[in-house]
């Protein structure tokens, strides 16, 4: 998955409106087909000191011709078609803020979160956290993914699903770094747990 900007997204809803409106045989009042196209190549600019203004601009009307084209597309399509949910979703997209609590990264994801690494050299990643229990020899017996955790509340939830699933108490002997504020953690690897 790319650097997930918000006109990269836009393009994609953008080409998505057509897609659909083509495999429905709607007639849109405006493709603007010819205006995304010039739109397109002003973004292309986006790290230059000198187009700053203009990226801006080209982005804002980006997210009205998605707009337009996304309401469109609901208004005419029956309530029972296959592309009306995730029209819907790009809607949510379009009309989103910045700071509105769940910001859509992905639109064939949508439950990726941006997780903050702390590292200089790749500060952000995309995804969810993933907890994975498995015993010495490699045999996985328990997987979770978590939203919003931090890494020393997980493993209470790991360990009473390896349980459950497991059928034995387990002890974590060995965890990633996350996991060091966490009580019952001991960093010997290759031990049985």
Not at 111 to 126: A, M, P, T
Request: hydrophobic letters at 30%; aromatic letters at 6%; a positive charge.
């Amino acid at each position: 998955m790319t650097f997930p900007t918000d006109s990269k997204l836009l393009n994609k809803i953008i080409d998505y409106c057509h897609k659909v409106a083509k495999a429905e045989r709607i007639k849109v009042r405006q493709s603007y087909a010819r205006e995304v196209q010039g739109l397109k190549q002003t973004q292309r600019f986006r790290g230059k000191s000198h187009s700053k203004k203009k990226v801006a601009k080209a982005d804002r009307r980006m997210r009205t011709i998605a707009g337009r084209l996304v309401r469109e597309l609901l208004r005419e399509l029956s309530s029972n078609s296959k592309c009306r949910e995730h029209l819907e979703l790009c809607l949510s997209f379009v009309n989103g803020e910045l700071l509105d609590g769940h910001k859509i990264y992905s639109l064939h994801e949508p439950d990726v979160l941006c997780i903050c690494k702390g590292k200089e050299h790749k500060k952000y990643e995309f995804g969810n956290k993933v907890s994975i229990v498995r015993l010495w020899n490699g045999i996985i017996i328990g997987a979770m993914s978590f939203r919003n955790e931090y890494d020393g509340h997980t493993i209470d939830m790991a360990k009473e699903q390896t349980h459950r699933l497991y059928g034995r108490t387990i002890r974590i002997l060995a965890g990633d770094r996350g996991y060091r504020g966490a009580e019952n953690v001991r960093r010997h690897e290759g031990h049985d747990t």
